[in-house]
């Protein structure tokens, strides 16, 4: 016989909004603002985390991953390049090389294993919030953090003020479309940040570029992943996430450097 303690639903509700709150208080004031917990974002927060960062992602969806679950044409494996794969090692994620430096992964497995060790690093990720600006400040020039809202309030059309977020340094990894970056350079044209867009697949030459790319684009602002290949025009290289976890663990380096 199972015996199940009875908690009443008031006492539920308290508890919720307490700890809520609680973490809110610390989240609105971070050190580092991750837009997107895709391959990229999670992997940069997972670093900046482990390296004694207070970091927060925001997550438009309900669920972790970005477009890993999709894999390709939603079959449940993608490929991982040399040397990627050390970052998978760490964090526990199974692999099958099926030639030299070559890795195939389960799409769940990466996922999960992804979300759990960015969170055990001490990442704090919130899911079903859209970050929809960011804040600026003058001398010197820099973007302080962002404005969110809930992905349902945007979703409803209704007009809802957002709340700011501070941060040292806010990343871009929100993927193909680079939306922070593209608000930014919209909204702040002061920041000289020109977007000329990704362009069509060219496999074996994107992943290097969009590592070596991935960084400071303006002064608090960075990218990675594919909003990287957006803001400097790099081609798209499809279900391949080698640069994804590489450019995440590179863009955390440059920030760490730059906020310490
Ligand atoms: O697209 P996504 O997975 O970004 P990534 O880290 O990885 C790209 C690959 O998945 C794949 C590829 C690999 O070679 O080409 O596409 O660059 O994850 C981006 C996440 O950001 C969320 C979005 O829901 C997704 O989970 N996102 C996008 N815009 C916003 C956002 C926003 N404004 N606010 C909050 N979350």
Not at 88 to 94: A, D, N, P, S, T
Not at 155 to 163: E, I, N, Q, Y
């Given at each position: 016989e199972v015996k199940i303690k009875q908690i009443d639903e008031k006492k539920i509700s308290q508890y919720i909004i307490k700890y809520t709150m609680e973490d809110w208080m610390n989240i609105v004031d971070?050190?580092?603002?991750?837009?997107?917990?895709?391959?990229?974002?999670?992997?940069?927060?997972?670093?900046?985390?482990?390296?004694?960062?207070?970091?927060?992602?925001?997550?438009?969806?309900?669920?972790?991953?970005?477009?890993?679950g999709g894999g390709a044409m939603n079959f449940h494996k993608v490929v991982i390049e040399s040397p990627a794969e050390e970052i998978?090692?760490?964090?526990?994620?199974?692999m099958t090389e099926v030639e030299s430096g070559v890795f195939i992964v389960d799409t769940a497995e990466f996922m999960a294993k992804l979300g759990a060790a960015a969170v055990d690093a001490g990442v704090k990720i919130l899911h079903g919030v859209t970050v929809d600006d960011v804040i600026f400040r003058e001398d010197p020039l820099r973007v302080a953090g962002v404005a969110v809202e809930w992905t349902s309030t945007q979703?409803?059309?209704?007009?809802?003020?957002?709340?700011f977020v501070s941060a040292k340094a806010v990343l871009d990894a929100t993927g193909h479309d680079a939306e922070i970056i593209s608000v930014a350079s919209r909204k702040l044209p002061e920041l000289n940040v020109q977007i000329p867009g990704e362009k069509s697949a060219y496999s074996e030459i994107a992943e290097e570029l969009v590592v070596v790319n991935s960084g400071k684009v303006a002064e608090g602002l960075y990218s990675s992943g594919m909003a990287t290949a957006e803001v400097r025009g790099l081609p798209r290289m499809g279900p391949i996430f080698g640069a994804m976890l590489l450019s995440g663990r590179k863009v955390a380096e440059d920030i760490l450097r730059d906020i310490r």
């Open positions: 971070s050190d580092v603002v991750i837009v997107g917990a895709g391959p990229s974002g999670m992997t940069a927060g997972y670093y900046l985390a482990k390296a004694g960062k207070r970091v927060v992602v925001f997550e438009r969806r309900l669920s972790f991953g970005g477009g890993i998978l090692k760490e964090i526990g994620v199974r979703m409803s059309g209704l007009h809802v003020d957002p709340l």
